[in-house]
């Protein structure tokens, strides 16, 4: 099972799933602290800004990033919850997550994924740039960023609350 949640809620959302493994995938990853009851091999902290274009100044979302999070999660032993955040909980996370649930399930339908998100959280926004990477990675012959498009936009507010996706 996968947690999504805001860095606010990261403590919170290990101690309550029994997480084994998080993945970070925010910008200024540095001011994250580790939950002490996950070991430092099962926590990955990727950097990167939440924008979906090259901005000089900014860490797009790259290749390399989404490289990183599915070697990570494909060497998550499912035996306890991963908790997937990003600073909102919103858009990184929601897109880092939705891509490790393709990954993990590779005959899983992209919409049927995407919509369990939308009902899980209706604020959820899936960074486009991210979700269009993976799904290069994944083969997925653009059927990932069509599944954003039949999830449609997220509702507006500052911080997500933290949700799951079931992996079955």
């Known amino acids: 099972m996968i947690h999504v949640c805001s860095l606010a809620a990261l403590p919170e959302t290990v101690r309550l799933t029994g997480a084994s493994h998080v993945l970070t995938v925010m910008a200024n990853v540095d001011q994250v602290q580790r939950p002490v009851s996950v070991l430092p091999a099962n926590h990955l902290k990727i950097s990167m800004d939440d924008i979906t274009e090259e901005i000089e100044g ?48 590779p005959l899983r339908d992209e ?37 954003l498009d039949q999830m449609g936009p997220g509702a507006m507010l500052a911080e997500g609350r933290p949700f799951r996706i079931d992996l079955e």
């Open 58 to 105: 900014f860490m797009a979302p790259s290749q390399h990033h989404i490289a990183q999070v599915l070697d990570f999660v494909r060497g998550w032993d499912r035996g306890a919850p991963l908790v997937v955040h990003c600073y909102a909980g919103i858009s990184r996370s929601t897109a880092s997550a939705f891509a490790a649930a393709c990954a993990l399930n």
């Open 111 to 147: 919409t049927a994924i995407a919509l369990q998100i939308r009902a899980a959280s209706p604020i959820a926004a899936p960074n486009r740039l991210i979700v269009s990477l993976a799904d290069k990675a994944l083969g997925r012959d653009g059927r990932m960023l069509h599944a």
